[in-house]
């Protein structure tokens, strides 16, 4: 089984939640770029202070912070049997970042979540009102104009790797079609 996976997918598609559920039945770390940005804004590090205003207008930080911040992540022990990427990379620049540190097999599978956009909307806005800073409307927008244009270029970077996966449905329905993909 692929053990060294990315999860792709627009905002609100529910890798985080697919990606965790993964990592703890097979037993490697879940990577989550925009977790760990998250909690150095809380800590208020350097890192955090400059992604913060960028995260709340729905931007991408810049390549280079989070290149550096995965690179550390994944030189850790933990990531040496496998890891699931998500959130990162994020466009090609940080994909030709990652190749560069770790070689073309970085990623042996990549799991693309399709979901309907107006679905997509309804589940940012639920979650707006659970406190995500970015799940304001205007920023929901934003962050899917980031996600179409560079992001998504992505797709055709790990052609050869990618298996689509329907991710409308319940967590447990989802989690099944995940863990069939994956064999
Ligand atoms: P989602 O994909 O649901 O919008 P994430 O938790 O993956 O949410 O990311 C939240 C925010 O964190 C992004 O909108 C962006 O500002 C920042 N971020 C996360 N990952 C990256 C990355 N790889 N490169 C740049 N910015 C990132």
Known sequence: MARRILFLGPPGAGKGTQAQLLADAIGIPHISSGAMLREAVADGTELGKKAESIMAAGDLVPDDLVVAMIEERLAKDDARAGYILDGFPRNVVQAKALQAALGDDAIDAMLLFDVGEDELVDRLLGRAEEGRADDAEETI???????????????????????????????????DRVQGALG
Do not use: H, K, N
Request: glycine letters at 8%; aromatic letters at 12%.
């Open 141 to 175: 927008r934003r962050r899917f104009d980031v996600y179409r244009g560079e992001t998504e270029p992505l797709i055709e970077a790990y052609a050869d790797r990618v298996i689509a996966v329907d991710g409308t449905g319940s967590v447990d329905e989802v989690f």
